[in-house]
């Protein structure tokens, strides 16, 4: 949310200064005052004339009916996990969004996200893909959007997707997004959870091919891991989990997944429940 407001300000202060800097010019035309003194001045007054305005605009935010819905969404998250309140209020954003008003991208994607995980989570991928057809997909990998989270967000739906994709068996898809997101991501400088999250990705992709000795050594890389977006990310183990299943090891996915809820339980127990979906849907015995 920090990166939101230096990107909001950032803006308005540039768009005041290009209008003071072009009144510094006309005065010393007008007035032969010399740009040495008036410059600075500008400078000082536009980045007071910006946070004005910026506290303005933050104001009429607070007061914007969907974003106290936002706010009440999110806070009933991080208290209750995915509740039938929480979803309820998902479906109310997303009826304003489609027969209304569109939403701004910055609040939508998590009244879409969030959901389409979850019904990931407890098998109903059909129901997932209606929630994620519903993402503009320009918005979400917007330079605006990329600079406020570092692409998160665009990773996040990748994530979300890829595995409805996968479950769903639509390999075309997969490739698509892992092609994508490579093309986005893998670059020598990128972020700890970006390199996280393309694992997870190429993880996928992976399984979908039938490659699985790369998707282990993938699976196996993730666990090695050691900065801190990889500590607080217990996906990694469910990721192992659902390989070892896949190679039909059910006692190892199932000690995976233990390490996964304990992890859960130290860092986000309201998400607790989630794994717990996956692991009653797997038929593992823990």
Same mark, same amino acid.
């Given at each position: 949310?920090?990166?939101?407001?230096?990107? +909001?300000?950032? &803006?308005?202060?540039?768009?005041v200064?290009?209008?003071?800097?072009?009144l510094?010019?006309?005065?010393?035309?007008?007035?032969?005052?010399?740009? &040495?003194?008036?410059?600075?001045?500008?400078?000082?007054l536009?980045?007071l004339?910006?946070?004005?305005?910026?506290?303005?605009?933050?104001?009429?935010?607070?007061?914007?009916?969907?974003?106290?819905?936002?706010?009440?969404?999110?806070?009933?998250?991080?208290?209750?996990?995915?509740?039938?309140k929480?979803?309820?209020?998902?479906?109310?954003?997303i009826? =304003?969004?489609?027969?209304?008003?569109?939403?701004?991208? +910055?609040?939508?994607?998590?009244?879409?996200?969030?959901?389409?995980d979850?019904?990931?989570?407890?098998g109903?991928?059909?129901?997932?893909?209606?929630y994620?057809?519903?993402i503009?997909e320009?918005?979400?990998?917007?330079?605006s959007?990329?600079?406020?989270?570092?692409?998160l967000?665009?990773?996040?739906?990748?994530?979300?997707?890829?595995?409805?994709l996968?479950?769903?068996k639509?390999?075309?898809?997969?490739?698509?997004?892992?092609? =994508?997101?490579?093309?986005?991501?893998?670059k020598?400088?990128k972020?700890?959870?970006?390199a996280?999250? &393309?694992?997870? !990705?190429?993880?996928?992709?992976?399984?979908?091919?039938?490659?699985?000795?790369?998707?282990?050594e993938?699976?196996?890389?993730?666990?090695?891991?050691?900065n801190?977006?990889?500590e607080?990310y217990? +996906?990694?183990?469910?990721?192992?989990?659902? !390989?070892?299943? &896949?190679?039909? =090891?059910?006692?190892?996915?199932?000690?995976?997944?233990?390490?996964?809820? =304990?992890k859960?339980?130290?860092?986000?127990?309201?998400?607790?429940?989630?794994?717990?979906? !996956?692991?009653?849907?797997?038929g593992?015995?823990?």
């Amino acid at each position: 949310m920090k990166n939101v407001f230096v990107y +909001t300000y950032g &803006l308005l202060f540039l768009i005041v200064l290009a209008f003071a800097v072009m009144l510094a010019i006309l005065i010393h035309q007008l007035t032969g005052a010399s740009l &040495l003194i008036l410059i600075p001045v500008m400078v000082v007054l536009s980045a007071l004339i910006a946070l004005v305005i910026f506290k303005v605009l933050m104001s009429k935010e607070k007061r914007d009916p969907m974003a106290k819905l936002h706010q009440e969404y999110m806070n009933e998250f991080r208290v209750n996990g995915v509740s039938e309140k929480m979803l309820s209020m998902a479906d109310q954003a997303i009826n =304003e969004h489609v027969n209304v008003k569109p939403i701004g991208i +910055t609040y939508f994607k998590d009244f879409v996200l969030l959901p389409a995980d979850h019904f990931n989570m407890i098998g109903d991928f059909d129901r997932a893909m209606k929630y994620l057809q519903l993402i503009d997909e320009n918005e979400i990998r917007s330079k605006s959007i990329m600079f406020i989270d570092n692409g998160l967000s665009v990773l996040t739906y990748f994530t979300v997707k890829i595995y409805t994709l996968y479950s769903l068996k639509d390999r075309e898809g997969i490739k698509k997004i892992y092609d =994508e997101a490579k093309n986005i991501f893998e670059k020598p400088d990128k972020k700890d959870f970006q390199a996280v999250i &393309l694992d997870s !990705l190429e993880f996928y992709y992976l399984l979908s091919v039938c490659e699985y000795e790369k998707a282990k050594e993938v699976a196996d890389r993730m666990l090695k891991y050691d900065n801190k977006f990889a500590e607080y990310y217990p +996906t990694k183990y469910a990721i192992n989990a659902e !390989l070892e299943l &896949l190679l039909g =090891e059910k006692e190892k996915a199932a000690e995976f997944m233990r390490t996964c809820l =304990e992890k859960t339980e130290k860092i986000a127990p309201v998400l607790k429940p989630e794994y717990e979906c !996956l692991i009653k849907r797997w038929g593992l015995e823990l």
